[in-house]
C-alpha cells in the first residue's frame, strides 16, 4: 500500500476566508511541495494524491481535506487516515507539535506553528522575503516527515494496549 502523508499551511483558520499557501507530501523517499503562486494548482494536487492508497494527515480531517476541498474542490477518494483521532485512543491528546514533544521527535526549523508559519509567509509575500519562504517549507517538510514517527508510535501504543 502506498501511503502519502500530507499536510498543508494557511494563511487562517477559515477555509472560506483564508488560502491554502503551501501543500506538503511525503511518500517515505521524497517530499514534495506545492507552493501558491509557483506550482500550487488542482492539477499538480490531483497528480500528487492520485496514486496513493492511503492518506495520513494529523487533523486532516477536521482542517487539510475540508481546506483543499473549499479551494481545489480535491476529494480525498482513498482511505483516510487521521492521526489525531488514532492518538487519543492511546492517550496522545493535543496538536502535532504536543505529540511530537511528547514522543521525543525533534525539529530543526525553528518555526513554533501555525501562526508563525502565517507570518512567514506573509513577510514572503509582501518583501519577496526568499529566506521566510525556506524556513516555511522546511516547516511543512518536517510536519510531513514526522508524520511517520508519529504513526509508528501510535501504531506500537495501540499493539500494546490489544495484544
Known amino acids: 500500500m502506498k501511503k502519502l502523508y500530507l499536510d498543508?499551511?494557511?494563511?487562517?483558520?477559515?477555509?472560506q476566508r483564508h488560502d491554502v499557501t503551501v501543500v506538503g507530501a511525503y511518500d517515505r523517499e521524497k517530499v514534495y511541495q506545492l507552493v501558491k503562486g509557483r506550482n500550487l494548482c488542482e492539477e499538480n494536487l490531483c497528480e500528487l494524491i492520485e496514486n496513493a492508497d492511503c492518506i495520513v494527515t494529523y487533523n486532516g480531517k477536521r482542517f487539510d481535506v475540508p481546506f483543499l476541498k473549499e479551494k481545489y474542490d480535491i476529494e480525498l477518494n482513498g482511505?483516510?487516515?487521521?492521526?489525531?483521532y488514532l492518538g487519543w485512543k492511546v492517550g496522545l491528546k493535543g496538536g502535532l507539535k504536543k505529540i511530537e514533544k511528547e514522543i521525543g521527535v525533534g525539529r530543526d526549523s525553528g518555526v513554533c506553528g501555525g501562526s508563525e508559519a502565517v507570518r512567514l509567509w506573509k513577510k514572503y509575500q509582501r518583501k519577496g522575503c526568499k529566506?521566510?519562504?525556506r524556513k516555511l517549507l522546511m516547516y511543512n517538510r518536517e510536519d510531513v516527515v514526522?508524520?511517520?514517527?508519529v504513526e509508528r508510535t501510535i501504531e506500537k501504543k495501540l499493539n500494546d494496549t490489544r495484544g
Do not use: A, Y
Open 8 to 15: 498543508i499551511e494557511t494563511t487562517g483558520l477559515s477555509k
Open 79 to 84: 482511505n483516510h487516515k487521521d492521526l489525531m
Open 131 to 133: 529566506e521566510s519562504l
Open 146 to 149: 514526522n508524520l511517520v514517527k
